[in-house]
């Protein structure tokens, strides 16, 4: 390696990324339903209840309730919720259909929701399928936020200190795939200029300590403003296996994640076998 090579390394490896503080807003809030008006009250009183600590005073929130009957097509769906501006819309999977009875998608309504709608969706359990854990529901204690690539992401960080009680705890999850992993592995060793194991040690520290270093600096912002405990998830791993023990494990209330993807018009790579898989507690889909 030349010299300006490694001054290039060391000068990199020395830049590490800060968390960013800017905690969202959540006054306009849109339930969406396909229930009928007797079963609109509780589910809308259950949603109300669950998001009761977004702010002090329940009269700064602002609710909006989307029964049966108001829409019949993602096209108007989209319009309402284009003409209402919410800053959150709540829902479940598998809206205006019975395949809720079924662990194999989210229903179109929802598709094309979560890649449509600038707001975060709250994909709660469907209210019909009494699947959800006992501690789904529970106020929000646990809150977990993962993502696979977790530093420079603030909004998904911010989010999800912001649906933490105060006296919660914030776990930041960052699992490597191992199954990846060793296939770069793999491919360097058939490489004879490089060793091996030296390189499959190092690559492997620094994937972690990127990521360690990112959820330290948001730890010591979030105890600056008072907000939340952080718990550091920074593993090798297979993903959703460890992400559901994980949220077994820890009694997760709620799953933070990201769905977009700005390179596809599909949604984003892990967001959409961890929403289908995790159908027992609430996810907040950004």
Same mark, same amino acid.
């Given at each position: 390696?030349?010299?300006?090579?490694?001054?290039?390394?060391i000068?990199? &490896?020395?830049i590490?990324? !800060?968390?960013?503080?800017?905690?969202?807003?959540? !006054?306009?809030?849109?339930?969406?339903?396909?229930?009928?008006?007797?079963?609109?009250?509780?589910?809308?009183?259950?949603?109300?209840?669950?998001?009761?600590?977004?702010?002090?005073? +329940?009269?700064?929130?602002?609710? !909006?309730?989307?029964?049966?009957?108001?829409?019949?097509?993602?096209e108007?769906?989209? !319009?309402?919720?284009?003409?209402?501006?919410?800053?959150?819309?709540?829902?479940?999977?598998?809206?205006?259909?019975?395949a809720?009875?079924?662990?194999?998608?989210?229903?179109?309504?929802?598709?094309?929701?979560?890649?449509?709608?600038? +707001?975060?969706?709250?994909?709660?359990?469907?209210?019909?399928?009494?699947?959800?854990?006992? $501690?789904?529901?529970?106020?929000?204690?646990?809150?977990? +936020?993962?993502?696979? $690539?977790?530093?420079?992401?603030?909004?998904?960080?911010?989010?999800?200190?912001?649906?933490? %009680?105060?006296?919660?705890?914030?776990?930041? &999850?960052?699992?490597?795939?191992?199954?990846?992993?060793?296939?770069?592995?793999? &491919?360097?060793?058939?490489?004879?200029?490089?060793?091996?194991?030296?390189? /499959?040690?190092?690559?492997?520290? %620094?994937?972690?300590?990127?990521?360690?270093?990112y959820?330290?600096?948001?730890?010591?912002?979030l105890? /600056?403003?008072?907000?939340?405990?952080?718990?550091?998830?920074?593993?090798?791993?297979?993903?959703?296996? $460890?992400?559901?023990?994980?949220?077994? %494990?820890?009694?997760?209330?709620?799953?933070?994640?990201?769905?977009?993807?700005?390179?596809?018009? +599909?949604?984003?790579?892990?967001?959409?076998?961890?929403?289908?898989?995790?159908?027992?507690?609430?996810?907040?889909?950004?």
């Amino acid at each position: 390696m030349s010299n300006i090579d490694q001054f290039e390394s060391i000068f990199k &490896a020395s830049i590490k990324e !800060k968390f960013v503080y800017d905690s969202p807003e959540f !006054k306009n809030i849109l339930i969406v339903t396909d229930l009928s008006k007797d079963e609109v009250d509780s589910f809308s009183s259950k949603i109300q209840n669950f998001l009761n600590f977004l702010d002090a005073d +329940a009269k700064n929130v602002n609710y !909006k309730i989307i029964t049966d009957g108001m829409f019949g097509s993602t096209e108007e769906l989209l !319009k309402i919720v284009s003409e209402n501006n919410p800053d959150l819309i709540c829902s479940y999977r598998n809206l205006h259909s019975q395949a809720w009875k079924f662990p194999h998608s989210l229903g179109e309504y929802l598709d094309v929701l979560l890649q449509k709608s600038c +707001a975060p969706v709250l994909l709660v359990p469907h209210p019909k399928a009494g699947y959800a854990y006992e $501690h789904a529901f529970d106020s929000m204690d646990n809150v977990m +936020a993962i993502t696979d $690539h977790l530093s420079k992401d603030h909004r998904l960080v911010n989010c999800a200190a912001k649906f933490t %009680k105060n006296d919660g705890t914030l776990h930041l &999850a960052h699992i490597e795939d191992q199954v990846y992993f060793d296939r770069i592995i793999d &491919a360097i060793s058939k490489i004879p200029d490089i060793e091996t194991d030296q390189a /499959e040690n190092l690559i492997k520290q %620094k994937l972690l300590s990127d990521a360690s270093d990112y959820i330290s600096s948001c730890e010591k912002v979030l105890l /600056e403003q008072g907000n939340v405990s952080v718990c550091s998830i920074v593993k090798f791993g297979h993903h959703l296996r $460890h992400y559901r023990d994980q949220i077994e %494990k820890e009694k997760i209330n709620l799953l933070v994640l990201n769905t977009k993807d700005n390179d596809q018009m +599909a949604m984003h790579g892990l967001a959409y076998p961890l929403a289908i898989e995790l159908r027992q507690i609430s996810l907040l889909m950004l």
